[in-house]
């Protein structure tokens, strides 16, 4: 009976060591299985390593034998018969990497013991400083093309006003043209009163010379008002022109504005959006 009962316990014994064998050789193909950079040990029911696979990051050295130490993902799995996670820092190793213990149990139920992966965190730590750049990048890309907008709209605004005070010119020179259209009919009037005059001079003879002189000087008058009004109706003709060229220019200014306005909100909103892709991708790089 005893040596039955022996034989039984060999037997099993000899299927938990199968077990960790078949592990022990199947692992270093489960570390090329992995696309990141990773480590594997597996240990016994005592918490003592049988295979140790180490990763080009991180290396323990020749684990083989020793005991796990308390606290490591290894351990605890062993302990709890639960599986066990822990993120290891930076300034451990010189490379952060996440560890995962899985405990190991026979067709009974019992623990036989635990494999192990610590997985490097390099590459994820690299996207997260890429998206961590990124986004800052886009915070200040965001804010420059709201302060552009801010200008592009500041500058529709004072191209409006302009437009206005321009509108205003084109109103009181259009007051001076009818102002200089009242002085051309005063000199065309005085002029013919001083044609009227010199002939009413003329008429009264010696007596009418004191009065031909005036009438000489109206007429100077008349004329020179009228070619006056001339030269100033030739010079607001020339405001007219600049006028209408400054109003062109006024409306191609405020296209301008108008559509670089619209052009930085568009970016700002394509920024804000890839800010929000590239949280979302800091997100991802947290789970791998």
């Known amino acids: 009976m005893e040596e039955e009962k022996a034989l039984q316990n060999s037997s099993e014994n000899e299927k938990k060591s199968g077990m960790l064998e078949a592990l022990i050789m199947v692992a270093p193909v489960l570390q090329k299985l992995f696309p990141l950079d990773c480590m594997i040990g597996i240990t016994d029911k005592n918490n003592r390593y049988l295979a140790y696979l180490p990763s080009k990051d991180v290396n323990l050295g020749n684990v083989v034998g020793t005991k796990v130490p308390q606290g490591d993902p290894l351990y605890e799995a062993v302990s709890t018969g639960t599986i066990q996670r822990l993120t290891v820092p930076k300034e451990t190793f010189g490379v952060p990497f996440r560890a995962t213990g899985v405990p190991l149990f026979d067709e009974n139920g019992d623990i036989i013991g635990a494999i192990g992966l610590g997985m490097s965190l390099k590459e994820q730590e690299i996207l997260t400083e890429a998206v961590q750049s990124f986004a800052a990048t886009s915070e200040e890309v965001v804010a420059a093309s709201e302060e552009l907008a801010a200008s592009?709209?500041?500058?529709?605004?004072?191209?409006?006003?302009?437009?206005?005070?321009?509108?205003?010119?084109?109103?009181?020179?259009?007051?001076?043209?009818?102002?200089?259209?009242?002085?051309?009919?005063?000199?065309?009037?005085?002029?013919?009163?001083?044609?009227?005059?010199?002939?009413?001079?003329?008429?009264?003879?010696?007596?009418?010379?004191?009065?031909?002189?005036?009438?000489?000087?109206?007429?100077?008058?008349?004329?020179?008002?009228?070619?006056?009004?001339?030269?100033?109706?030739?010079?607001?003709?020339?405001?007219?022109?600049?006028?209408?060229?400054?109003?062109?220019?006024?409306?191609?200014?405020?296209?301008?504005?108008?559509?670089?306005a619209a052009a930085a909100e568009e970016i700002s909103a394509s920024m804000q959006q890839l800010a929000s892709s590239a949280e979302n991708i800091e997100k991802v790089s947290q789970l791998l």
């Open 152 to 260: 592009a709209q500041e500058l529709s605004n004072q191209v409006e006003t302009l437009a206005q005070l321009q509108k205003d010119m084109v109103e009181q020179v259009e007051k001076t043209d009818t102002m200089l259209n009242f002085i051309n009919k005063v000199a065309a009037n005085s002029n013919l009163l001083g044609l009227n005059a010199s002939i009413e001079a003329a008429r009264a003879g010696e007596h009418g010379r004191g009065f031909e002189v005036v009438a000489a000087e109206i007429r100077k008058m008349a004329d020179s008002s009228a070619n006056s009004v001339q030269e100033i109706r030739d010079i607001i003709a020339k405001i007219k022109e600049k006028v209408a060229q400054i109003d062109d220019a006024t409306l191609k200014v405020s296209d301008i504005a108008q559509h670089q």
